[in-house]
Nanobody, 114 residues
């Protein structure tokens, strides 16, 4: 059974950094593209960054140049390095495939506030 566990969130001041982790177990992780999504309170869940099985990356315009997605297939893990954080980055962050085929994890809360 596939399980996703996100971690690494927290409270950070504007301009700060966080590194999120997404561990996917119970499947052949390396063959899947993985997307980091985020959902702010009262808003829809949106794409933040995507990494393919081959390591190609794409980003939402709002995070380009500030966020970096990477993966370690040996650890079944995708990372999201977030730098120069802004209050508008405040959200619960989730990961899944582009077709959202896996059960959602609990997400990890990121709060950017002074």
């Amino acid at each position: 059974q596939v399980q996703i566990v996100e971690s690494g969130g927290g409270l950070v001041q504007p301009g700060g950094s966080l590194r999120l982790s997404c561990v996917v177990s119970g499947t052949i992780f390396s063959i899947y593209s993985i997307i980091w999504y985020r959902q702010a309170a009262g808003k829809q869940r949106d794409l933040v960054a995507r990494i393919t099985s081959g390591g190609a990356t794409t980003y939402a315009d709002s995070v380009k140049g500030r966020f970096t997605i990477s993966r370690d297939n040996a650890k079944n893990t995708v990372y999201l390095q977030m730098n120069t954080l802004k209050p508008e980055d405040t959200a619960v962050y989730y990961c899944n495939t582009p077709n959202k085929i896996f059960p959602w994890g609990q997400g990890t809360q990121v709060t950017v506030s002074s």
